[in-house]
């Protein structure tokens, strides 16, 4: 069932025929000119530039800002197939909600012996000020964005868990919208699922989330550092579409006992602050003194249960790669289930036999920081310099729980527009989910990114990857 190179092709069958999910979008395709779709590859370019469409590079020393490449050709998941998604990712969320509620608290996976507590005691991300406390409506991970790799037809893996501030989404929607207004046609001739509604799901979700004391309709306000912030843009298209106010630090202040934000007719109270800023610059009162970024006060706010700060300070937790390896512990552990979609295999480079054979195969495997994101700090082993392959054996032995490994994946491709044709590259799948007191909200589809290098498994924008729409078909 593999196409190119032995990896599983997501549009093609083995022997070159179409896959019934892409059938109508490659009749299509046929049907069409081959310099009608290189003006509309262009006009998407110029699209996205005239959008704004940026992210900034730091440590680069050319341009600042860049845009992210978009491919037009769509990642087509089929309507069972989604439904076998959302099942185990709906899984996964609450399992996440559960472990982040028992950390702070009682610690019964801890006190069970299911995962070790050197994981939060050494972890930069877990916050003793948040002992004890439960935030409004119980929700730690208000939004959430599970990051999922496919191997075969029936095989998917959660390849990380993103649930301090997952970014992204406005990619998905700008991606989406982009293509509707290229070929309205196919819309038309396929039946898609929608994900335009998101910002009205993802305000919906957070008012939901509101604290007690809200009076009338939550106010909703996205708090975000600022414009020189890599993912500004994001910060103001959501703020814009849910209709919340954008607002950065200065536009705040605690007033009897609540967090206000600056209005034209003076101090008004928020109740749910969607915010983009890390834990470590939300207060300078609790945390780093020196942040101009956060609110002086809102901490204490925050814990007499006054606002909703979503996500919840200290989530990060869940981030850690070396959290990431225990989670089919955590879930069977909170869910009493066996993972619907099961990790990838990984490897704990602070267990001694782990780490012996890490480093007895580096040349094989994907070794990857535990705190590390954005494909930085991150070797892979078959396409590294024997150099570098060194180096990170060093740094492994230097400091064994820094890292974990896993195998190198055979990422499934999908086919991106290139000047010869479709060419096969490789791809990962974002899905955005909302959780509220109440219910699990998952947008079907999501950001696919995809490594637009040949033969490369790194997607991440930050190392040259792009993105494309992701189609969830309806029934």
């Known amino acids: 069932m593999t196409g190119n190179g032995g990896y599983f092709d997501e549009m093609h069958n083995a022997d070159g025929s179409?896959?019934?999910?892409?059938?109508?979008?490659?009749?299509?395709?046929?049907?069409?000119?081959?310099?009608?779709?290189?003006?509309?590859?262009?006009?998407?370019?110029?699209?996205?530039?005239?959008?704004?469409?940026?992210?900034?590079?730091?440590?680069?020393?050319?341009?600042?800002?860049?845009?992210?490449?978009?491919?037009?050709?769509?990642?087509?998941?089929?309507a069972a197939e989604w439904r076998r998604l959302t099942k185990g990712i709906e899984q996964r969320v609450r399992a996440l909600n559960a472990f982040m509620h028992d950390l702070y608290h009682r610690q019964e996976i801890i006190r069970a012996g299911r995962i070790p507590e050197r994981l939060f005691r050494d972890n930069a991300a877990w916050l003793p000020n948040m002992v004890g406390f439960r935030p409004p409506g119980g929700v730690y991970t208000h939004i959430v964005?599970?990051?999922?790799?496919?191997t075969g037809p029936d095989e998917f893996f959660v390849l990380e868990d993103n649930a301090r501030t997952p970014s992204g989404v406005s990619y998905m929607l700008e991606n989406r919208e982009t293509m509707m207004a290229m070929f309205p046609e196919l819309f038309m001739r396929m039946g898609i699922e929608s994900v335009s509604d998101y910002p009205r799901r993802l305000a919906k979700s957070l008012a939901a989330c509101a604290p007690s004391?809200?009076?009338?309709?939550?106010?909703?306000?996205?708090?975000?550092?600022?414009?020189?912030?890599?993912?500004?843009?994001?910060?103001?298209?959501?703020?814009?579409?849910?209709?919340?106010?954008?607002?950065?630090?200065?536009d705040l202040r605690v007033v009897d006992g609540r967090v206000a934000m600056r209005t034209t007719s003076g101090y008004q109270p928020v109740?749910?602050?969607?915010?983009r800023v890390d834990d470590d610059y939300l207060d300078p009162l609790t945390f780093n003194e020196d942040s101009v970024l956060g609110v002086p006060g809102i901490m204490d706010v925050y814990r007499a249960g006054k606002v909703t700060i979503a996500n919840a300070p200290g989530t990060g937790v869940a981030d850690d790669k070396a959290i990431y390896s225990f989670m089919p512990e955590i879930v069977e552990f909170y869910t009493g289930e066996k993972p619907l979609l099961p990790n990838v295999e990984t490897h704990r480079c602070a267990e001694e036999e782990a780490r012996k054979y890490v480093l007895d195969n580096l040349a094989e495997l994907v070794v990857k920081e535990v705190h590390g994101s954005g494909g930085y700090g991150m070797l892979i082993g078959p396409t590294s310099s024997?150099?570098?392959?060194?180096?990170?054996?060093k740094k492994i032995i230097a400091r064994p729980e820094n890292y974990i490994a896993q195998p190198t994946l055979a990422l499934s491709t999908c086919p991106i527009f290139t000047r010869q044709g479709l060419a096969p590259r490789h791809v990962d799948l974002r899905p955005f989910v909302l959780v509220s007191?109440?219910?699990?909200?998952?947008?079907?589809?999501?950001?696919?990114?995809?490594?637009?290098?040949?033969?490369?498994?790194?997607?991440?924008?930050?190392?040259?990857?792009?993105?494309k729409d992701t189609w969830v078909l309806k029934d």
Request: aromatic share 10%.
């Open 145 to 150: 964005g599970i990051d999922l790799v496919r």
């Open 271 to 275: 109740d749910v602050i969607y915010r």
């Open 213 to 250: 004391c809200t009076d009338g309709k939550p106010v909703v306000a996205v708090l975000t550092p600022g414009i020189y912030n890599s993912a500004y843009f994001e910060h103001a298209f959501l703020a814009d579409q849910m209709g919340a106010e954008l607002v950065e630090g200065t």
């Open 18 to 78: 179409v896959r019934e999910a892409y059938s109508d979008y490659c009749r299509w395709f046929q049907e069409q000119k081959t310099s009608l779709l290189k003006r509309k590859h262009a006009e998407a370019e110029t699209n996205f530039r005239k959008t704004g469409i940026t992210f900034n590079v730091y440590g680069q020393d050319e341009a600042e800002e860049r845009l992210i490449p978009f491919d037009m050709v769509p990642r087509v998941i089929t």
């Open 386 to 393: 024997k150099k570098t392959i060194e180096e990170f054996r």
């Open 437 to 467: 007191p109440d219910r699990i909200d998952i947008t079907p589809g999501g950001l696919t990114r995809v490594a637009l290098k040949q033969g490369s498994l790194v997607v991440n924008s930050s190392q040259g990857g792009g993105t």
